[in-house]
């Protein structure tokens, strides 16, 4: 996770380093930026026979407050994304899934990070969910039910863009 400078900038050192991520000051034309270095994320898309999007709920500080979202989490030194969102959806939900497809990369917060976040579409669920982890409840709801979520200032990024991503209409 070493500070590289980009062609626009013309130098970089690392003022923190922490256990998930690092701050870079970079040195652009535009004058100097903190950017967060992320090691990336992957997220998975749970539909169950239904059609229904499985969402966990859990804090989130930068939110100040619980989300609901799909299983997602921070990649592992040397994990490959998608055996990032098979880890994550099984230890957040105690669910595996039998079939998965990769629907894109998102750059979640691309003016100050460089986080790239995986995101899948994981059908035919298997097991019984349950909330584990850091997830404080996990429940399956409808397309209709995750866009009102979102239009009343509940909606998490990833989730929304997964959903565009496979082709739904959050």
Do not use: N
């Not at 397309?143 to 997964?162: F, I, M, P, Q």
Request: charged share 25%; hydrophobic share 40%.
């Amino acid at each position: 996770m070493g500070a590289k400078a980009s062609p626009v900038t013309s130098g970089s050192h690392i003022a923190f380093r922490g256990r998930a991520i690092s701050v870079a000051v970079r040195a652009t034309p535009a004058g100097r930026r903190e950017v967060v270095l992320h090691p990336g994320a992957a997220a998975a898309l749970v539909r169950d026979r239904a059609g229904r999007v499985l969402l966990v709920r859990q804090q989130r500080e930068g939110a100040a407050g619980p989300l609901w979202e799909i299983p997602a989490g921070v990649l592992e030194r040397g994990e490959r994304p998608l055996a990032a969102a098979k880890r994550e959806l099984l230890e957040e939900t105690g669910l595996t899934a039998r079939r998965w497809r990769y629907l894109g990369t998102v750059y979640p917060t691309p003016g100050y990070s460089t986080e790239r976040t995986y995101l899948f579409l994981a059908g035919d669920p298997s097991g019984e969910p349950e909330a584990r982890s850091e997830v404080d409840e996990v429940c399956f709801l409808t397309v209709a039910e995750v866009e009102r979520l979102a239009r009343s200032g509940a909606g998490d990024a990833k989730t929304l863009a997964a959903l565009a991503l496979a082709g739904e209409s959050p």
